[in-house]
């Protein structure tokens, strides 16, 4: 059974900063692509980071130079770090595990809310 599980949301104060987690089981994680979506109420779902399996990383512009993206393989855990948050980024926040043939898995999401 694959399982995703995030955990790291809350709430936080604009420009400051969480770290969110995603331990993955149930498939074989190094060979994974992994990546964080978002999505605010009234909005449709978007990428906010990518990572590859051999951690190569991605991000839009919106978050680029704010988030960061990283994994453990060892862990079999995937983190995005988050500074200088904005009310924008106010989203559920999903963690999302794309396999070598292209199976997508989600987590079941953790609430960032960025209000002062």
């Known amino acids: 059974q694959v399982q995703l599980v995030e955990s790291g949301g809350g709430l936080v104060q604009p420009g400051g900063s969480l770290t969110l987690s995603c331990s993955v089981s149930?498939?074989?994680?190094?060979?994974?692509?992994m990546a964080w979506y978002r999505q605010a109420p009234g909005k449709e779902r978007e990428l906010v980071a990518r990572?590859?399996?051999?951690?190569?990383?991605a991000y839009p512009d919106f978050v680029r130079g704010r988030f960061t993206i990283s994994r453990d393989n060892a862990r079999s855990t995937v983190y995005l770090q988050m500074n200088n948050l904005k009310p924008e980024d106010t989203a559920v926040y999903y963690c999302?595990?794309?396999?070598?043939?292209?199976?997508?898995?989600w987590g079941q999401g953790t609430q960032v809310t960025v209000s002062p």
């Open positions: 999302s595990a794309e396999t070598p043939i292209s199976t997508q898995y």
């Open positions: 149930g498939i074989i994680f190094s060979m994974c692509n």
């Open positions: 990572i590859s399996s051999r951690s190569i990383t």
